[in-house]
């Protein structure tokens, strides 16, 4: 039986041999070396930044966006046939590649980000058929940005709702630790009544007093699952509200170690976890900037399960 995995963002899970093809559009003398080398990070700061400036290359220049997402999910899907992965939720950030386009003028180009669901959508579609796979995406609306635009986001996701086949859900993740979970609210209870799951990212990174209100906040608007969540939750309030409603934390191990979440694998709440009996799930997150697969994070877990 293949593997299932929850928590992958698609853009972080590209291989080494498109990304570097894709650098090799902008500089045709850039080598595997230079590509690897990028991702020698220190923190959590280090691989956003490297994370943004794929993001870039992907989708700025006049690229044909339906074609490049049509090679991308065809580079994701060869990953899960190489990993014997049969069910996957992968992570998609539209709105990161409108921005990288369109800067702050990107709530005046709706149709483009309605064609970029599409695309997306189309070719999960395409190459679940083609190749036999029940893979679904999360439209991940991304923390960093204004109100407005998660607001005009979700208008507009839900005008094309009707026509997507493959979504599974919509997501917070990103980089931003000022911007409240709270204004998400209203989003999640729309998506919930239309049979969408919720995800939220928190806890992911200390102090212990701020992901505790990310927890809480993600608690608050209806997450069904936590990415991350492994900071913050050792309150006994959390922990029975999470066990009570069947919350499900998604623990990535080596993304963790990379952002410097924690020192080591000793301190994820795995005893905390199993002992509330909260419902868990291990995954690679990014796995190409982690330099890792979905059976390496299992087995560097086993000892603890």
């Not at 539209?94 to 959508?121: H, R, T």
Request: with cysteine; aromatic share 12%.
């Amino acid at each position: 039986m293949g593997h299932q995995e929850l928590h992958v963002h698609l853009e972080g899970a590209l291989s080494h041999e498109f990304l570097l093809s894709v650098h090799r559009e902008q500089n045709p003398e850039f080598s595997l070396e230079n590509l690897i080398s990028l991702f020698d990070y220190q923190d959590f700061r280090g691989f956003i930044g490297v994370w943004i400036a794929h993001q870039k290359l992907l989708f700025q220049g006049g690229v044909d966006w339906e074609q490049r997402v049509f090679l991308m999910v065809q580079d994701f899907f060869d990953r899960l046939m190489r990993e014997d992965i049969e069910y996957t939720e992968a992570h998609v950030s539209p709105i990161d590649a409108m921005w990288c386009e369109y800067g702050p003028q990107v709530i005046e180009n709706p149709a483009s980000y309605q064609g970029l669901i599409m695309a997306w959508d189309k070719a999960f579609n395409y190459f679940n058929r083609v190749r036999g796979f029940r893979a679904k995406y999360i439209v991940d609306l991304v923390l960093n940005y204004p109100q407005e635009i998660l607001e005009w986001q979700w208008r507009n996701l839900v005008e094309v709702l009707p026509s997507l086949s493959c979504i599974a859900g919509i997501g917070i993740g990103g980089g931003n630790t000022t911007r409240q979970r709270i204004s998400f609210k209203e989003v999640f209870l729309d998506a919930r009544s239309r049979g969408l799951m919720t995800v939220c990212h928190a806890g992911e990174l200390p102090p212990q007093a701020l992901a505790e209100i990310e927890v809480l906040e993600a608690l608050e608007i209806g997450a069904q699952r936590i990415g991350h969540g492994i900071h913050g939750i050792d309150n006994p309030r959390i922990l029975e509200e999470l066990a009570s409603k069947q919350v499900v934390i998604e623990i990535s191990p080596t993304s963790n170690l990379f952002t410097k979440s924690i020192t080591s694998l000793e301190e994820l709440p795995f005893r905390l976890i199993q002992e509330w009996q909260i419902p868990f799930c291990i995954n690679s997150d990014d796995p190409t900037y982690f330099h890792t697969t979905l059976a390496r994070e299992k087995k560097l877990v086993e000892v603890f399960l």
